[in-house]
């Protein structure tokens, strides 16, 4: 069989699509929670914010929507999706699940270099700790799960708990929950970084790693259930 000639038909394109770049400035705004639940995306205001044309604008709401980040409906248009306890309980436990496997995966593959890594990224979550700075928390805390994460190895792995991970931040800061037990959770990460670093007890990783993730689970669903947001 023939192979056909497709150079006519693809021309790649080494920096970023404006759809691309759109796209990941609109996630990074709904997952900060600058664009709020239910908020209206209106195509000319963002046209004339970005200075792009109508078509990145469109395509990026297509996919938005397919990563279940906003709605489009019939004459109402585009608005940021809000946040209910369902996606909350079924994010969680898939990601506890996922990461734990990540861990005991990434268990024979950490290098030096990570485990160096992942010790900068504790230190610097234990001084945010210590300043109560949420933000700075979250974003070593990412850090250091990442480092593990992308050593599993496991593509379809690394780019489904990227997807889970950015809809939980997504989440927290929907609703403000920037509530975390700061001692409890280093202890846990301070034994986390010490299974790695013996390279043993993969049970006990695994297990770790998710039961830390269900935990968060239970005192986000505890904070909406104060809230009266529990059956939302």
């Not at 150079?7 to 709904?30: G, Y």
């Not at 608005?79 to 496997?101: C, M, S």
């Not at 708990?161 to 929907?174: G, T, V």
């Amino acid at each position: 069989m023939d192979v056909p000639n497709f150079k006519k038909e693809f021309t790649p394109q080494v920096p970023p699509s404006l759809t691309e770049q759109v796209t990941k400035f609109l996630t990074d705004a709904i997952t900060r929670g600058d664009l709020r639940g239910g908020q209206r995306l209106v195509e000319n205001e963002l046209q004339r914010r970005f200075g792009v044309s109508r078509a990145p604008i469109r395509e990026s709401f297509r996919i938005l929507e397919r990563n279940g980040l906003v709605v489009t409906i019939p004459r109402e248009g585009t608005h940021v999706r809000k946040v209910t306890q369902r996606d909350v309980e079924e994010n969680f436990p898939i990601r506890a699940y996922l990461e734990g496997l990540a861990g005991r995966l990434a268990l024979p593959n950490l290098t030096p270099k990570d485990i160096e890594n992942m010790e900068s990224a504790l230190r610097r979550m234990t001084e945010a700790a210590v300043e109560s700075n949420f933000t700075s928390y979250v974003r070593h805390h990412r850090d250091f799960h990442e480092i593990f994460i992308r050593a599993s190895g496991n593509r379809t792995l690394i780019d489904v708990l990227e997807n889970l991970r950015r809809q939980a931040l997504w989440f927290m800061f929907s609703h403000f929950y920037v509530q975390v037990n700061y001692e409890h959770a280093i202890r846990v990460h301070r034994e986390i970084l010490d299974l790695f670093v013996e390279k043993k007890r993969p049970d006990r990783l695994e297990k770790l790693i998710k039961g830390h993730i269900l935990a968060a689970l239970e005192g986000f669903l505890r904070f909406l259930a104060s809230k009266g947001e529990g059956n939302e």
